[in-house]
């Protein structure tokens, strides 16, 4: 097996509904994965200042009496950052969802968001659905013979997720293992893109651009010389797909 573990952090998060640019945060769980494949993980459930919907509770069984004493994810985010930062690999289940939610409560602490080009991601959704697209719980049966009665809880999701990436790497899927394939075919921003989502595109002169609405094509820099409070709107993040 070519890669192996060095640094890396894995990472799940639990929300209180799908949308990375609208829910909240409502459980991390990180941890070192060392070399032998052992994991030193670190768990916080997360007030996230909003009701928990229904729906999501179904999913996760996280309920709003479980976070109403727990400290917000502003609270938490420093001390979180500051772990990411250590990290030379990120590893997450399904990483562009992940690390969309990340930085948009980095952002609302008003802390820098995580920036793609300091990391190298290892994400094994991303990397068997380069040959057929399944679930966490569908991974877990087929690379692991398991079918997991507790997903949805971050520490869970984390640990399966890391088993998960060890049988594949070690000859359970036909994934390349010269490092530089598994981290491109696992990082969560398309090529050309500045953001996960794709409204903020590179130029070809080093610029970038907006991909999307009434200034499509526009720099950030003109944007921020000749209508900041459309560019504060932006970042703001108070629009929808």
């Not at 799908?18 to 409502?26: A, N, Q, T, W």
């Not at 500051?82 to 008003?110: I, R």
């Not at 990391?119 to 966490?136: I, M, Q």
Request: hydrophobic share 35%; aromatic share 8%; charged share 30%.
């Amino acid at each position: 097996m070519g890669l192996k573990p060095e640094d890396w952090l894995v990472f799940d998060l639990e929300a209180t509904g799908p949308r990375p640019d609208k829910d909240r945060i409502v459980q991390i769980s990180s941890g070192w994965v060392r070399e032998d494949w052992s994991l030193e993980m670190e768990t916080f459930l997360v007030n996230p200042g909003i009701p928990i919907p229904q729906d999501s509770i179904r999913i996760h069984h996280i309920t709003d009496e479980m976070v109403k004493d727990q400290p917000s994810c502003k609270t938490l985010a420093p001390e979180v950052l500051e772990k990411f930062k250590k990290a030379k690999v990120l590893v997450a289940y399904n990483a562009s969802y992940d690390l969309q939610l990340m930085n948009q409560e980095l952002t609302l602490a008003g802390l820098e968001p995580l920036k793609h080009a300091d990391y190298r991601f290892l994400a094994p959704y991303l990397l068997w659905v380069k040959s057929e697209p399944r679930r966490l719980g569908d991974a877990a049966k087929k690379f692991l013979g398991e079918s997991p009665d507790n997903l949805h809880d971050a520490e869970q999701d984390a640990r399966i997720t890391v088993r998960v990436l060890k049988a594949m790497l070690e000859g359970g899927l036909p994934v390349p293992d010269d490092g530089e394939t598994a981290y491109k075919w696992s990082s969560p921003v398309r090529e050309g893109n500045v953001t996960t989502c794709g409204r903020i595109k590179w130029r070809d002169d080093g610029e970038m651009m907006l991909a999307f609405g009434q200034f499509r094509g526009r720099t950030l820099r003109g944007l921020a010389q000749d209508n900041p409070d459309y560019l504060k709107w932006i970042l703001r993040g108070d629009f929808s797909d």
